[in-house]
């Protein structure tokens, strides 16, 4: 858990390693009837997508010009 005083501001780098940022828990999944799912580790998405349909996108396919705004 981290303590941080009012004055502290986390740097993207830190926020990364607590959300996740570009990796493989960074993926996000909507479903046909527009429901959310983020976090999600790339597999997780894809077998989400495979079995429902819908969309999904990575944080490194959203760098290639794909998007997972709904995360």
């Keep these: 858990m981290l303590r941080l005083s009012t004055n502290?501001?986390?740097e993207r780098s830190?926020?990364?390693k607590i959300t996740g940022g570009y990796g493989s828990s960074t993926c996000g999944y909507k479903?046909?009837?527009g429901r959310v799912?983020?976090?999600m580790s790339y597999s997780e998405?894809?077998?989400a997508y495979n079995n429902g349909?819908?969309?999904w996108c990575c944080d490194s396919c959203a760098s290639n010009g794909g998007s997972a705004s709904y995360c």
């Design 8 to 10: 502290e501001i986390l």
């Design 14 to 16: 830190q926020m990364k």
């Design 31 to 33: 479903d046909t009837q």
């Design 37 to 39: 799912w983020c976090g």
């Design 45 to 47: 998405a894809n077998e």
């Design 53 to 55: 349909g819908g969309n």
